[in-house]
């Protein structure tokens, strides 16, 4: 098993970000840090996350068109 590259996201400290969580049927921003991540997964290491929360994956545009521009197809929020 590899572990992330020196310099890599997560190698040596946790990254400060924000993610949006659904609150009242609106995005609300977030503060977290990030730990270890690839092109599929990122680990949250630390914030105000509880079970239950739903977060934001990607946004649609209004014209129907994924803004995250991830190629993957859209579906129910995902729960933390």
């Not at 970000?17 to 990122?42: I, M, R, S």
């Amino acid at each position: 098993m590899r572990g992330p590259r020196p310099g890599a996201a997560g190698a040596d400290s946790p990254t400060p970000g924000t993610l949006y969580v659904l609150e009242d049927g609106k995005p609300k921003a977030v503060p977290v840090k990030f730990g270890l991540q690839d092109t599929d997964w990122v680990e949250i290491v630390e914030g105000p996350l509880k079970p239950g929360d739903q977060i934001i994956l990607r946004a649609d545009r209004a014209d129907g068109s994924g803004a995250s521009g991830s190629g993957r197809p859209p579906g129910p929020p995902m729960r933390f």
